[in-house]
């Protein structure tokens, strides 16, 4: 068989001292690091797309990427592209990946085509999947790209839109459940608008939750046993998204009664366009008990747009991890690279490299969390900023043992308020010692 990446050979762990670019630093997938290996942890998958459908466009500039496969097209284009898919996922050790229908066979001529084109290529991705032991960690449909989806896909004013999507989400749950996937991702691509002069938000909502009320019943008639995951997302490309965000999300699920059915897929770079951090929108997930997975990637501070760099930031990652352990793990979900090389990054080997830093920095995220999780440093501070809380008048609040009139009582005899400070920096000279120090 054809091999894509001469010239890398499988990626070894050398530590935090090689300067080799092929290397992991951190990412040593059996180290266990509080009670499991760290891949258990982690969980990488990559992303089908931007890795091997992305070609480097943007709205100025044609494709930049150079492929082995460019010269092929249709279904010899689909065929080498999974080849090229297992050998890069072999030799990165990584063990998940995640797709669009559309990322992996052409659309035809015809939705019968597009439907027989993708049960070719499952069958050979079924079969590559035997070979390597790679898994699917999550299935999707792309329903935004193609003119017709220009209104929306289930909040579209058409409904033959609405069936077609339907049409499409049925299929690509059939495949995802073929292929085991853990998980199925909903991204609302064009579920938004862009002006209110025509739109009627209401029907569209309702639709929405229509939609994803039969897709989840299919589902589940089927066999799908996978967690559904909403991705939320504030733009882009719609100027208003419906799953703005995390609450937002979780505002609906529970006006629609689908709260039970659906957690969250968080994305970094959709944290920070919606003007939040990545910790932010995981910490909400969490503490409603709908962090389902996690799109691990990074924009750009200086850009409003979703840029879907690798991730690099120790920071961000290490706060991330933090609340993955805070969350008990993240399985059935893992940590999917919904990140692409720069278009000046054309070359083959700045997939790897790329790749490599993202794992690097995720893993050294995880002993850092694991560090300040298991010191208790800033739990402990937390836990005794809000110790008025379980005595006295506090407990009385919190268990729901008291009323107005008793508390204006006591703030009469208590109106001489003592508060202590909030140490913000000295917490994070404490964040910054266990990223200097986490081996
Ligand atoms: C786009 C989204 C998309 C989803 C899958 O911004 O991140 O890539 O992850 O449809
Ligand atoms: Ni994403
Ligand atoms: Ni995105």
Redesign the pocket.
């Known amino acids: 068989m054809k091999e894509y990446f001469e010239g890398v050979d499988k990626i070894q762990f050398e530590g935090p001292k090689s300067t080799n670019p092929l290397a992991f630093k951190y990412y040593d997938p059996e180290r266990v690091v509080a009670g499991k290996p760290m891949k258990e942890h982690l969980r990488f998958a990559m992303s089908y797309?931007h890795t091997m459908t992305g070609a480097g466009t943007d709205p100025f500039g044609n494709a930049t990427m150079e492929r082995d496969y460019n010269e092929l097209d249709g279904m010899d284009l689909a065929e080498a592209r999974v080849n090229a898919a297992f050998e890069l996922m072999e030799k990165l050790g990584m063990e998940y990946f995640c797709f669009?229908d559309l990322d992996i066979a052409p659309e035809g001529n015809s939705l019968q085509e597009k439907l027989d084109n993708l049960d070719k290529v499952v069958e050979l991705i079924e079969a590559k999947m035997k070979e390597t032991g790679i898994k699917c960690l999550w299935g999707?449909t792309n329903a935004f790209s193609h003119p017709r989806f220009m209104h929306g896909a289930s909040t579209s004013p058409n409904a033959d839109v609405f069936a077609f999507a339907a049409a499409q989400v049925k299929k690509a749950l059939e495949i995802t459940n073929r292929l085991n996937g853990e998980n199925y991702?909903f991204?609302g691509?064009r579920e938004g608008y862009e002006t209110l002069l025509n739109t009627d938000v209401a029907l569209e909502n309702d639709n929405l939750a229509r939609f994803l009320k039969m897709a989840k019943d299919y589902a589940r008639k089927i066999g799908f046993e996978g967690q559904f995951l909403i991705?939320p997302?504030p733009k882009e490309p719609t100027k208003h998204q419906y799953d703005f965000d995390a609450m937002t999300v979780l505002g609906f699920l529970r006006k629609y009664d689908l709260i039970d059915d659906f957690k969250l897929n968080i994305?970094a770079n959709?944290a920070t366009l919606a003007g939040h951090t990545f910790q932010h929108e995981l910490l909400i997930s969490r503490i409603n008990g709908a962090l389902g997975s996690i799109?691990a990637n990074q924009g750009d501070m200086l850009l409003g747009w979703?840029t879907d760099q690798f991730p690099t930031n120790i920071y961000d990652a290490t706060m991330c991890m933090y609340e993955v352990i805070k969350n008990g793990g993240i399985a059935p979900g893992g940590l999917n690279f919904?990140a692409k090389v720069r278009r000046g990054s054309f070359q083959y080997d700045d997939l790897f490299i790329s790749y490599i830093v993202g794992m690097d920095t995720f893993a050294k995220g995880l002993l850092v969390a694991d560090k300040l999780h298991s010191d208790g440093v800033l739990e402990d501070f937390v836990a005794k900023r809000y110790s008025s809380y379980t005595e006295g008048i506090g407990k009385k609040i919190v268990d729901g043992a008291t009323d107005f009139e008793e508390l204006a009582s006591y703030a009469v005899d208590h109106d001489k308020i003592q508060n202590t400070s909030g140490r913000q920096e000295m917490l994070e000279d404490i964040v910054n010692r266990y990223i200097y120090s986490a081996e």
């Open positions: 797309w669009h999707t991702v991204w691509g991705e997302k994305e959709h799109d979703d919904d």
